[in-house]
């Protein structure tokens, strides 16, 4: 429930925004944060430079393009669809929001797996769509493919994250076709962090062959853009006009779709880091296992963050940040991640941090 809101104020509530957890990061200032799955690199100085030069000439004194036309097209451009099939938005949590506007409400039905992304059902309660989990497996956390069809058969709006936040794993392709062909709604992939997996993990080729799939991006992930609020969705024209009729016409300033502009022009640069992030994800996810001895459990992952288990995980996250700086996020008493921490990986000096620090509140030093 919202808090610091009177008993009459809260009355005059719509019930289903009463009723909300609000989504809380649990943010709290650190040396190290590993909590968000930011780029903890920050931006290659050249693309920086580019930014600020559209910073710089922003034209402020006028409405910015309702669609971001120039960013719209530069992202068109690479991943070689039409300007037809792409909108933008402010983050691409406005898009999962125009998402349930447009398909959500009463009568209207979500699928999704969790453990997953929590905004999927706080944006689904608030418009009072009804929610069906199809759990994952408790220990791999893979989806249930044929439990998914079968839910997906009746959904307005099916959403898969892949890879998984905060559990890694990625969603085969085909199963994506399985859901396309099973869901008379739209079948999302949230796809934020698919910079980071192997080559061939993105659904995007189906696009060609569905009208209701749609691709979820952002650029806060692997593009360091996430305090300029930048995501898109690929799909097909009228999955974007749908989007678009129901979205705030200016909701992505001219700033935003400027720097946004700048980084996706010069997306190439940031190749580098971004396979540096996933070569320390894998030596890190090669660390932790030889902690097994300290109870550590750690599942593989293509994102840019792992999901590790560890005994009385609420209270090593808690030392971590009092006693030694470092910030990772908490699911220990989520459903389904008892005992789970997600680590972001970081700089190399920054996972040396951690590792170090895990070690030594594992063995009790
Ligand atoms: C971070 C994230 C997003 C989008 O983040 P924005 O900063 O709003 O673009 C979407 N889905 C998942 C699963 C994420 O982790």
Not at 245 to 252: C, E, G, K, L, T
Request: charged share 20%; aromatic share 6%; with cysteine.
């Amino acid at each position: 429930m919202p808090q610091g809101i009177s008993d009459r104020i809260r009355a005059v509530m719509r019930p289903s925004a009463a009723a909300l957890e609000p989504y809380d990061p649990a943010f709290s200032q650190v040396r190290i944060n590993l909590s968000a799955n930011e780029n903890t690199y920050g931006m290659p100085p050249e693309v920086k430079a580019a930014v600020d030069r559209g910073l710089c000439d922003a034209v402020t004194n006028r409405y910015p393009q309702p669609l971001s036309n120039e960013l719209r097209s530069e992202l068109a451009r690479w991943h070689g669809v039409g300007e037809d099939h792409v909108i933008v938005g402010n983050g691409g949590d406005e898009l999962l929001f125009n998402l349930f506007l447009a398909f959500g409400g009463r009568d209207h039905v979500l699928v999704s797996c969790e453990p997953t992304f929590s905004v999927y059902r706080l944006y689904a309660e608030l418009v009072e769509t009804t929610v069906v989990d199809v759990p994952r497996n408790p220990d791999t956390f893979e989806c249930d493919a044929d439990a998914l069809a079968e839910a997906a058969s009746r959904a307005s709006i099916v959403v898969v994250t892949s890879p998984n936040n905060p559990t890694g794993n990625l969603f085969p392709i085909e199963q994506t076709r399985r859901l396309c062909e099973a869901c008379p709604g739209i079948v999302l992939l949230d796809e934020a962090y698919m910079e980071f997996a192997p080559d061939g993990s993105s659904a995007e080729p189906l696009l060609a062959e569905y009208d209701n799939l749609a691709v979820l991006h952002t650029l806060s992930k692997a593009f360091c853009l996430a305090g300029g609020r930048i995501g898109y969705v690929l799909a097909s024209p009228s999955v974007v006009n749908a989007l678009a009729a129901v979205r705030q016409p200016y909701s992505v300033n001219v700033f935003s779709q400027a720097a946004g502009l700048a980084a996706v022009k010069n997306r190439k640069t940031f190749g580098p880091t971004i396979a540096s992030i996933a070569s320390e994800r894998d030596r890190l996810l090669d660390e932790l296992a030889t902690m097994e001895d300290l109870g550590v459990t750690v599942w593989p992952s293509a994102a840019n963050f792992l999901l590790v288990r560890m005994p009385d995980a609420h209270v090593v996250r808690n030392r971590l940040r009092d006693e030694f700086s470092i910030l990772v996020r908490d699911f220990s008493s989520a459903p389904g991640l008892r005992d789970c921490l997600r680590i972001t990986v970081g700089m190399p000096d920054e996972n040396d941090a951690l590792l170090d620090a895990l070690r030594q509140l594992l063995k009790g030093e």
